[in-house]
């Protein structure tokens, strides 16, 4: 049971990446998914969610920015970033929305001024 997220590097302000997270060992169809972000010295927070019926939400902070979306087929919960700022630097991590928590590894998203 785990998640494998990547997509992560530098871009500039103003670019787009694309993370990805892919989940094997559970019925991944099931579950909802989201993205959290994490600054230096400070607590994770809630960047975007998608429900097991694809119902979306966002963080203000993101919203016309980023879009969060799913493919079951593949297993794989996927953000799409764009319009980066700065501000947005941090390290990205996918979750299992469940009462036992799954979390991805961190992939670290760079955005240079």
């Known amino acids: 049971v785990q998640l494998q997220a990547s997509g992560g590097g530098l871009v500039q302000a103003g670019g787009s990446l694309r993370l990805s997270c892919k989940a094997s060992?559970?019925?991944?169809?099931?579950?909802?998914m989201l993205w959290y972000r994490q600054f230096p010295g400070k607590e994770r927070e809630l960047v975007a969610g998608?429900?097991?019926?694809?119902?979306?939400n966002y963080a203000d902070s993101v919203k016309g920015r980023f879009t969060i979306s799913r493919d079951n087929g593949k297993n794989t919960v996927s953000l799409q970033m764009n319009s980066l700022k700065p501000e947005d630097t941090a390290v990205y991590y996918c979750?299992?929305?469940?009462?036992?928590?799954?979390w991805g590894q961190g992939t670290q998203v760079t955005v240079s001024s």
């Open positions: 979750k299992r929305d469940s009462t036992v928590g799954l």
């Open positions: 060992g559970f019925r991944f169809s099931s579950y909802g």
């Open positions: 998608i429900s097991s019926g694809g119902t979306t």
